[in-house]
């Protein structure tokens, strides 16, 4: 779970570590009022707070130079969709004069299995962007969650960036105050980009911090406000995150209902092998009964871009007979009619194609003959 | 022989009385696994499928002393604490059946456990199978045989449909490992294939990966560097994944760049490591690989 850029700056600023001083606008507020009472002088940064990436680029950070100049822009901000999604609130910041800007991360690296933090002295720009134009500049420098970040740890990080001097112990409080939050937030990323880099001290101009959605447990007054974060999915994504399924849209014409991951992205390559294009990407997941699977056809039957459903299961703690009622179920229930082909082996593969057999549908045994099919239809 | 997995295996299961533990434990055992006793805290004294439950583990082991691995399936909540309460038992190989663990716990439990030199498969896996032996996991048995070709994988449903692929093309299994779908996982690839480079059945490998991440990247790397030296074939799930998006498995999405089909089949390839473009390919791939032994 993405959180804004206002949450995670309030995470750090609890911390105890100085950031831009700032005024949080929702939707209907008083916007001028609520400037003057916060007591900022321009000139302002006016920040639309999506979660899209490249907010930027499409024109949801605005500098403006007067209160009434912050006040229209924010109006207008408020009303313009950002790759889709409006903002519910803006922050608007004391715009801080800079010259360098730097950027720091913490991910985990998978095959060390160590938190991992990644250090640019060129920021400003995204990672991927360092990577592709500047890949010598990033320092990458794991950590042992044994004992943590050390503070030497962060002075050495912060140096080999460039940093010195007064700012040098900004950046190391900095750093392990991020490292704190990534810790304590269960975070699969925490980054700050730009980092701007002054005189004396470093200030982070933007936060990103993402939570782990397996540990949504241990942070529940984020987990409460899910829907509002959506930020890049589409409107079938989300519906289908209300119904707690595991669904990507994608833009073919053939609905695919998998069960597993890996069985599932195969079932999308082979599609495409095949000469098709799949509309979709569904997994039933693992010991899917007869309700569950009714829900994913259901939900393929109604979702508009699956001009037919290719059904791809192989069953193990899945069982076929199952599924194949969940198919008869959905199919009974809907309005909809789509052509439908379903591939069916594995636990109880007899039950389920008599199943099916009785609702007028020959199961396929053979995936490559039944992906055939789908796609000739 | 086999790896990790075998006669020898002496299994307690922890989460043993819940739904999932209960139903695996059964057909566990009907495949012939030496389960010695089953942990679940509070049930101490009840009895699954004739397999004696404790509230703890030290209790289980000090009653079963010949115990030696571990399988859980405990919800992912309390799956961490689980994993340490058999590392400090002295149990050599945990099995970690639950899906949906926070990754920092996982980091955690799983530098833990090596640096105990505990095992750890998982997790959010099937477990592991050695055909004929044992079987450690919840795959469906009827599509494994004993045979030649050591797998191991990061899907689940996809190691059950390149197994039976091999099986009716008369292609057995010495051992085969779903080393999991999260991002963090205990054993990875290379260290799986530092126990089939040892294994005197093992005389091929089948690698099946999936986007993201570089866990098939440091596979090429080990047999480029001779380290492993038995013929290896190859399948990536996701060549056609969008970037960005997490497909199912908390393991498979390309982050900022890296991970993709691309890089990784040109990586395995360079090593003359053949990638197969469906997983039906598979059997001839590997018996190909075999033949020019």
Partial sequence: MKLFEFEAKEIIKNYGFEVPQSVLIKKGDDIEKKIKEANIEPPLVVKAQVLVAGRGKSGGIKLVKSIDEAVKTAQILFETPIKGIKPSFILIEKAIPHENELYVGIVIDRSLRMPLVLASKYGGVDIEEIARTKPESIIRYPINTVIGLRSYEARIIGKSIGVTGKALNSFEKFLTTLYKAFIEYDAELAESNPLAYLNDKVLPLDLRITIDDNSLFRHENYAKTEEERLGENTEYEIKAHELDLAFVELDGDIGVLGNGAGLTMTTMDLIYEYGGKPANFLDMGGGADAEHVKTCVKFLLDYPKAKKIFINMFGGITRADEVAKGVVMALNESKVKKPIVIRLTGTNEEQGREILKKAGIEAFNDPIEAVKVVVSK | ?293
């Fill in chain 2, 1 to 293: 022989m086999g790896i990790l997995v075998n006669e020898n295996t002496r299994l307690i299961v922890q989460g043993i009385t819940g739904n999932e533990g209960s139903f695996h434990t059964k057909l566990m055992l009907d495949y012939g696994t030496k389960i010695v006793a089953g942990v679940t805290p509070g049930k101490g004294g009840m009895n699954v499928h004739g397999v004696p439950v404790y509230d703890t583990v030290v209790e289980a082991v000090k009653e079963h002393p010949e115990a030696n691995s571990s399988i859980i399936f405990v919800p992912a909540k309390f799956a961490a604490d689980a994993v340490y309460e058999s590392v400090d038992a002295g149990l050599k190989l945990v099995v970690v059946i639950t899906e949906h663990i926070p990754v920092h716990d996982s980091l955690e439990f799983i530098n833990y456990a090596k640096s105990k030199g505990v095992n750890v498969i998982g997790p959010n896996c099937p477990g592991a199978i050695t055909p004929g032996k044992a079987k450690v996991g919840i795959m469906p048995a009827h599509v494994f045989t004993p045979g030649p070709v050591g797998i191991a994988s990061r899907s689940g449903t996809l190691t059950y449909e390149v197994s039976y692929a091999l099986s009716r093309a008369g292609i057995g299994q010495s051992t085969v490992i779903g080393i999991g779908g999260d991002p963090v996982i205990g054993l990875t690839f290379t260290e799986v294939m530092e126990y089939y480079e040892k294994d005197p059945q093992t005389k091929a490998l089948i690698i099946v990966g999936e986007i993201g991440g570089d866990a098939e990247e440091r596979a090429a790397k080990m047999v480029e560097e001779k380290r492993f030296t038995k013929p290896v074939v190859a399948f990536i799930a996701g060549r056609t994944a969008p970037e960005g998006k997490r497909m199912g498995h908390a393991g498979a999405i390309i982050m900022l760049g890296s991970g993709t089909y691309k890089d990784k089949v040109e990586r395995l390839e360079s090593v003359g490591i053949k990638v197969a473009k469906t997983p039906f390919e598979l059997p001839k791939l590997v018996s190909d690989a075999m033949k020019s032994l």
